[in-house]
DNA sequence: GTCTCTGCAAACCGTTTGCAACGCA
DNA sequence: TGCGTTGCAAACGGTTTGCAGAGAC
């Protein structure tokens, strides 16, 4: 898991300005280890910097992405989510609500060289995503 | 692979119309065997019916996808893909040029049972895609 | 003081909706 | 002939762009 820190650091090198919305926007999203859209984070940041607007998180959570400090999960019809940075994993997503978790397992790299094998492509990546229902719509 | 003759038959049990539009889009679609945007089949449906509108093209494809005649393939930012339906698969689409192609690998149902086992989600159903070059973007 | 960044407003673009005319059954 | 369908135009909604003023360093 990506540290403040060493997120604020990768800024500086870059000659990148640590503005107080980009401060905050980095605390929301290296705690909490959650899966957020961009109008989540702009209601959360709103919280305590009410003046903020839409397109300045527009602006950094791509930024952010373009840096490696975030990654940016796109599922189906769905608004994209983003988390902060960590080990490769695949998701879980509930049909309902959009409820988001990770999981852990292992590449599937045998699945990649198939692929490879019996088609023109030069296989680079592979995303699986699992769809289902979580506890609380299951409960409905 | 689905038949003509069956989605025909699909269409005059649920008593809609099969108007010249929807025939068709139904040839272009069950032949081929390919991947198409919504902009694709209206360029294709316009060079035997010109006055077509894209509209019509949007109301059909949905139709048909909710009859299950026909699959939208979703991708991180891309548009949609649509393709006649066929027994489940996966897909390799190609970074640079958006080219798909199918990929018959058995359903990876022992991932499924591990992502249920780990989490609170009664999972449904998953979703693998593969990323790469293909050959003809691979020369540039 | 400089130059990047913010925030507002407008543009963008794929898709959906409303609706009057059309035409399939 | 009736009602489902088409096709035009407008609306929609998330995202991007342009730009003038603000502010980080």
Redesign the interface.
Known sequence: MLSIENAVQTLKEKNIRLTPQRHELINILSKGNKHWTVEELYQLLNESMPSVSITTVYNNINLFCELGLVKEI?F??ALSKYEWKKEDH?H?V??ECGEM?D?W?PA?KE??V???S??????????????????NC?QK
Chains 1, 2 share one sequence.
């Open positions: 796109q189906g019809e695949y879980i509930c049909s978790v999981v397992y599937l699945v990649e198939f692929a490879q019996i088609s023109k492509f030069d296989i680079s990546s592979h995303n699986l995503q699992f769809y289902g229902t979580c506890s299951e």
